[in-house]
């Protein structure tokens, strides 16, 4: 079979070349659309839901959020796991389908299924929606929109900006799927009430929120015609924005008695204010005269990348769009990139691209000492080029993006890719040197030591593609992470064999239209005289030969107990990623300053740092739900050949954990930030390693987690051990009293409304201006909010007209509570 191929081949040698050329031609058309990518995207087929619940305790949020979407949710098909988090104000539930299903299938069923979830959620508690569709890599570039001291914006102001212009127009960038803003405060028009105004008026709090609704409104009334025109009704009664919003909504009347109107501002106080948040981002830079400069409070706009999108192009889109938002922005405010993911493909891709380079020189090198002949070795290197083009021109066909995995396959395979390739043009110099002596034809002397050597060339190649055979029986994170790089070096191989066995032979009767002639290689001839002896003296000493080599392998098995492992490579990215733990009952403020506080720390003393961003508590929904009391901040540093604190990165990091254990009630581990983003797909925790316990009792989950904790930091190798926080959170409990409330003839849900509208707040409509949306929120003020007595205090009124003071109907007490509740698959878990 194979000799009636090769002689094919050989007969139809210009159908073989255009063969190749047009491989190569098509190769070079694919390989410019090959995804690049900096590590290989693990991430599992899942879709996330996502819930604000209105400042819901984390319990409540588990119970009338969490739970109805997880019981729903494992109806649908090939579900393989649904896991969630539920904290104050905030549902998040992970549903994740088994591998091979449509991500865009997967999103249409959870979009069906929300439909019939939200008749079991209360209207109040929030309404389920679905996350963006990235990726758990898919933070690919972040950016910091600042303004210069002397230009007079807040960070409210700058805020408003990155939501309503910025964003805006890096939407359309292909492959981007949303931007979360982080940082910054946005911006309501605040209604504050007075409670004293309110009784003395005889108004509740939803009195004033829906007068507001009741005047802010606009209409069409279709067509009027007037002769020969036609004219459009238009109905215009929305609430003007800025000051002259301020003043309309205080002007507003909640109720008229004796034809006097009672208005908004005769019970309160209407001013611009920030929306509750749970997340803030502060920064600290080096400037370029090497000094360091606090940057406070700023904007951060993260890209989210669209699942299965090409990650460098996508950044060159978004870094090529900047130029054009910059001129959207007020003079005095700049749009400043500090993370591009793009910088790290580019390094991942140099160091393959460097190793292939250097393996191909030393082929070379090698070829022409052992060959002697110019034209032999440049036919054995015409296989390398030929065969990885091939291989990259299948990676894009099938999907496979090119990363530090899949190029490491083929860094893998350089050196094998010219075997085949070097056994079939050695055989056939062999047989050349031969052709003036017996006076054979080219050709004919080609064919006969190409059918010669196809068959072990086959087994060869056979071979190795069986070694890799296991990698392809992998699954779910193992299986995206290694097959690409199997894959790479079987499409490699393949291509080695064709090249070998038909291309050789064709091209060879092109290099060599008449015999060569032998020349001795000054290298090979001294190896060859030390192989010579070296194998009659072992021959000579058979038995030690083989207790030599039996108690080397025993050697080398009982070391392997002692040999490290990983599950993957640990990239260099440039980047590194601080995960700063406090008290669950730390707020937003004091862990702000904490941030702002390590930040300085790290600028100042160690000058391979650029800069220090501390990311307190979470985004806006889509990002990750961390609560106020972690902090992460992402630290950028030099190039390592600019450092001079430290020789590695291990020993960086050792040098600044020494330098930050200086800030008191602290729990610091370092990571990197693809690294922390891997680790957590892989158990779901954010952490190298991680013991999951399971068990209904938050109580008892605490206790032998704590159990288990201390047993971990026991064991040798450990570092940066912690627990999950699952108790600590303060929390400011009102509890009724129910005898006492039908004293009275008051109903449960008075107090809960005083609880969720009066000292929450409840949004009361919008004011629209343009593209910006900016929501009037209706609540006490805050001194009237702002400890326990003062809360006490608040009015209730009976049936009867009579006031009742909250304390005296219901008890309010600061209690511990879970933080966060986390489950995997419908089971707490820490």
Not at 35 to 61: H, R
Request: with cysteine; proline share 5%; hydrophobic share 45%.
């Amino acid at each position: 079979m194979f000799a009636k191929l090769i002689d094919a081949a050989l007969n139809n040698r210009l159908l073989v070349m255009f063969l190749l050329l047009g491989s190569v031609g098509y190769a070079g058309f694919a390989v410019p659309k090959l995804n690049l990518d900096a590590f290989p995207d693990v991430t599992n087929v899942q879709v996330q839901i996502n819930t604000e619940a209105q400042g819901l305790a984390s319990e409540e949020v588990e119970q009338l959020i969490t739970y109805p979407i997880e019981a729903v949710m494992y109806s649908l098909p090939d579900v393989e796991e649904v896991r969630s988090i539920s904290k104050t104000g905030l549902s998040v539930v992970t549903v994740v389908f088994q591998e091979g299903t449509d991500i865009y299938f997967a999103r249409q069923l959870i979009a069906q299924k929300l439909q019939d979830v939200r008749q079991n959620i209360p209207a109040w508690a929030g309404t389920p929606k679905m996350g963006p569709n990235t990726s758990g890599l898919g933070q690919v570039f972040q950016y910091m929109i600042k303004a210069d001291p002397d230009a007079g914006y807040d960070a409210m102001t700058l805020r408003a900006l990155n939501d309503w212009v910025v964003k805006l127009m890096l939407m359309p960038v292909e492959g981007v799927t949303d931007i979360l803003s982080f940082g910054g405060e946005v911006r309501q028009y605040q209604v504050q009430l007075n409670p004293e105004k309110l009784l003395a008026h005889g108004l509740h709090v939803q009195d004033v929120i829906k007068a507001i609704e009741a005047n802010n409104r606009n209409a069409g009334g279709w067509y009027l015609e007037q002769g020969s025109e036609q004219l459009v009704i238009r109905g215009v009664g929305w609430i003007p924005s800025g000051k002259k919003g301020l003043a309309a909504i205080a002007s507003i009347p909640v109720k008229t008695v004796g034809g006097i109107p009672i208005r908004v501002r005769d019970v309160g106080n209407v001013a611009f204010g920030g929306e509750i948040r749970q997340g803030a981002v502060t920064m600290t830079e080096r400037t370029p005269d090497d000094t360091m400069r606090s940057l406070g409070e700023v904007v951060v706009g993260i890209v989210l990348k669209r699942f299965g999108a090409n990650t460098k192009n996508t950044i060159d889109d978004v870094k090529a769009r900047l130029e054009i938002v910059q001129k959207a922005l007020p003079k005095g405010v700049s749009i400043q990139p500090f993370y591009d993911q793009s910088e790290l493909i580019a390094k991942a891709v140099w160091t393959v691209e460097k190793a292939l380079m250097e393996a191909f020189v030393l082929i070379v090198i090698v070829l022409f000492l052992f060959l002697m002949n110019l034209r032999a070795a440049t036919l054995v290197l015409i296989s390398v080029p030929v065969s990885v083009l091939a291989a990259l021109a299948a990676m894009q066909y099938y999907g496979i993006s090119a990363n530090l995995m899949s190029l490491g396959g083929l860094a893998i395979a350089i050196g094998m890719m010219v075997d085949g390739s070097v056994v079939m043009v050695e055989n056939i110099f062999k047989h050349l040197e031969r052709v003036r002596e017996e006076g054979h034809g080219i050709a004919l002397v080609i064919t006969e030591a190409a059918r010669e050597v196809a068959r072990p060339v086959l087994f060869a190649v056979l071979i190795i593609l069986i070694v890799f055979t296991p990698l392809f029986t992998l699954e779910g994170v193992e299986g995206k992470m290694f097959t690409p790089m199997a894959l790479s070096i079987c499409f490699a191989m393949f291509a080695s064999l064709l090249v070998a066995l038909f291309v050789m032979p064709v091209l060879a009767t092109f290099f060599f239209t008449r015999g060569v002639v032998h020349r001795d290689s000054p290298l090979l001839a001294p190896l060859t005289r030390l192989y010579q002896a070296a194998l009659a003296r072992a021959l000579m000493h058979r038995k030690r030969v083989v207790v030599g080599a039996t108690m080397a392998l025993v050697l080398s098995l009982a070391s392997v107990p002692f040999l490290g492992t990983e599950f993957a490579p640990e990239l260099e990215e440039g980047t590194l990623a601080l995960r700063v733990t406090l008290a669950p009952s730390s707020s937003l403020a004091y862990a702000k300053g904490v941030g702002e506080k390590l930040e300085k720390i790290l600028v100042e003393n160690f000058p391979e740092v650029t800069y220090a961003s501390a990311r307190t508590g979470r985004a806006e929904i889509g990002g990750d739900p961390e609560p106020v009391s972690n902090v992460e901040i992402y630290v950028g540093l030099k190039p390592q050949s600019e450092w001079v604190s430290a020789r590695s990165r291990e020993e960086l990091q050792q040098k600044m954990r020494e330098k930050l254990e200086v800030v008191p009630g602290t729990l610091i581990a370092f990571t990197q930030p693809i690294a922390m983003r891997v680790d957590e797909l892989l158990s779901g925790v954010k952490a190298a390693l991680a013991i999951k316990l399971f068990g209904p009792d938050l109580k008892v989950l605490a206790d032998k987690g704590k159990e288990i904790e201390k047993l971990a930091r026991s064991v040798e190798g450990t570092r940066d051990v912690a627990m999950e926080q699952v108790e600590g959170e303060a929390q400011l409990v009102v509890r009724p009293d129910r005898n006492r409330l039908d004293r009275y003839g008051v109903p449960v849900d008075e107090v809960m409304s005083l609880v969720s509208d009066a000292i929450g707040g409840a949004v009361a409509g919008q004011v629209i201006q343009g593209n910006e949306r900016y929501n009037i929120y209706v609540r006490l003020a805050e001194k009237y909010r702002n400890n326990p007595e003062a809360i006490a205090g608040l009015i209730l009124q009976s049936a009867d007209g009579s006031w009742v003071r909250l304390g005296d109907v219901a008890s309010i007490d600061i209690e511990q509570g879970p933080p966060m509740i986390r489950r995997d698959d419908v089971q707490r878990r820490v």
